[in-house]
Nanobody, 123 residues
Framework: VQLQASGGGLVQAGASLRLSCAASGRTSSNNAMGWFRQAAGKEREFVATIDWRGVSTDYADSVKGRFTISRDNAKNTLYLQMNSLKPEDTAVYYC?????????????????WGQGTQVTVSS
């Protein structure tokens, strides 16, 4: 599975961005997917995950109520709608495909990773 993330950019605090992650190669429609992020000098952290059906979701407390994860299995695409962005959301955002169909916050449950897209939020 190859993953291509896009949609990042430089925005002001309070703005919105929508990240996309296009999957190609071996289908990922039976697997949960997730978004992680890594700020400069910090470890990669969980942001959001969605199960294979697109029904069950889970979010990090820091983004709950502001971010929405979704997927379109017909298009093999994962999305992350980010609203009310804050400077602390600045990071490289990575999409990933899980080894299972259920949601998970654990990085080691994810087998395939995209290259990342930079999100920078200015104050």
């Amino acid at each position: 599975v190859q993953l291509q993330a896009s949609g990042g950019g430089l925005v002001q605090a309070g703005a919105s961005l929508r990240l996309s992650c296009a999957a190609s190669g071996r289908t990922s429609s039976n697997n949960a997917m997730g978004w992680f992020r890594q700020a400069a000098g910090k470890e990669r952290e969980f942001v959001a995950t969605i199960d294979w059906r697109g029904v069950s979701t889970d979010y990090a407390d820091s983004v709950k109520g502001r971010f929405t994860i979704s997927r379109d299995n017909a298009k093999n695409t994962l999305y992350l709608q980010m609203n009310s962005l804050k400077p602390e959301d600045t990071a490289v955002y990575y999409c990933a495909v899980s080894m299972t169909s259920a949601t998970s916050r654990a990085r080691n449950r994810y087998r395939y990773w995209g290259q990342g897209t930079q999100v920078t939020v200015s104050s």
